[in-house]
Nanobody, 122 residues
């Protein structure tokens, strides 16, 4: 069982930045690929980014690839999402997830956190 807790969301102006964090329980954090999804009101949950256990591989949705960076600190059992040049369309609840592989993360399998709200004003 893996427990995931997101933090770092808030209200920012368009063009601003936020850094989201996802803290995971357990000492086997490095065994998991990690990812971020988001869900805006009235829309389906969509994939944002994913990172392998050792940070050697990263995946991004085309809509965020030039603006967002996913990273992790295995010593702190934490994955981060640095979001720059934020746009109003980035407004959503952001969720982190974990799986044994990058493919599993991208497909939205295994474990999920409760989410953190990001609101970008125009």
């Amino acid at each position: 069982q893996v427990q995931l807790v997101e933090s770092g969301g808030g209200l920012v102006q368009a063009g601003g930045s936020l850094r989201l964090s996802c803290a995971a329980s357990g000492r086997t954090f490095s065994n998991y690929a990690m990812g971020w999804f988001r869900q805006a009101p009235g829309k389906e949950r969509e994939f944002v980014a994913a990172i392998s256990g050792g940070s050697a591989a990263r995946l991004y949705a085309d809509s965020v690839k030039s603006r967002f960076t996913i990273s992790r600190d295995n010593a702190k059992n934490t994955v981060y999402l640095q979001m720059n040049s934020l746009k109003p369309e980035d407004t959503a609840v952001y969720y982190c997830n974990a799986d044994s592989t990058l493919v599993g993360v991208q497909l939205g399998r295994a474990y999920w956190g409760q989410g953190t709200q990001v609101t970008v004003s125009s």
